[in-house]
T-cell receptor, first 116, second 114 residues
């Protein structure tokens, strides 16, 4: 069975601070995908990134960066120089890769509040 | 805008009733997924359809059913509703050209059972 753990329920930072959201996963699959989604106060789920299990290269997109470490089953997300618009709930998720089944197993989410 | 359309956006109904949620996937996407987001259960996968066929089933109650039509839109039917069914129901779709690896979500239907 798959499991995603986001131990940080809520994080509060002041604008321009860097913040890291932790994600730890469990799976028996040898190939899988990892994701981060953002849910702003308006409620929709916004796709941020997908990472294949065989690609451990870290990725940077503007102020966002992701650190994937297979050895520790972690896929952490860092926001550099946070802004008020980053305030949202962030979800880490996992899906199988070997079959056509693409159901996402989500973590419980981390609520990020960025204070001005 | 993700390109996935869900209707209605809000729905208020009484216990014991039946409702139908509708989802139109992005153009070209063959897979449709339904998820439920509630305060106590979080985001849970309900069911996946691929080109009209059921592909995967998650924690979907027997009172719930879904289908995907030939035009690829999908409906989620919820019957004998209980207070605990109040939640945000998301539909998502993905494209086989991308290996179905990126699911794009609609804005959700907020169901309130009173």
């Amino acid at each position: 069975a798959q499991k995603v753990t986001q131990a940080q329920t809520e994080i509060s930072v002041v604008e321009k601070e860097d913040v890291t959201l932790d994600c730890v996963y469990e799976t028996r699959d040898t190939t899988y995908y990892l994701f981060w989604y953002k849910q702003p106060p308006s409620g929709e789920l916004v796709f941020l990134i997908r990472r294949n299990s065989f690609d451990e290269q870290n990725e940077i997109s503007g102020r966002y960066s992701w650190n994937f470490q297979k050895s520790t089953s972690s896929f952490n997300f860092t926001i550099t120089a946070s802004q008020v618009v980053d305030s949202a709930v962030y979800f880490c998720a996992l899906s199988e890769a070997g079959t056509g089944r693409r159901a996402l197993t989500f973590g419980s989410g981390t609520r990020l509040q960025v204070q001005p | 805008d993700s390109g996935v359309t869900q209707t209605p956006k809000h729905l208020i109904t009484a216990t014991g009733q039946r409702v139908t949620l509708r989802c139109s996937p992005r153009s070209g996407d063959l897979s449709v997924y339904w998820y439920q987001q509630s305060l106590d259960q979080g985001l849970q996968f309900l069911i996946q359809y691929y080109n009209g066929e059921e592909r995967a089933k998650g924690n979907i109650l027997e009172r719930f059913s879904a289908q995907q039509f030939p035009d690829l839109h999908s409906e989620l039917n919820l019957s004998s509703l209980e207070l605990g069914d109040s939640a945000l129901y998301f539909c998502a779709s993905s494209a086989p050209t991308a290996g179905d690896t990126e699911a794009f979500f609609g804005q959700g239907t907020r169901l309130t059972v009173v």
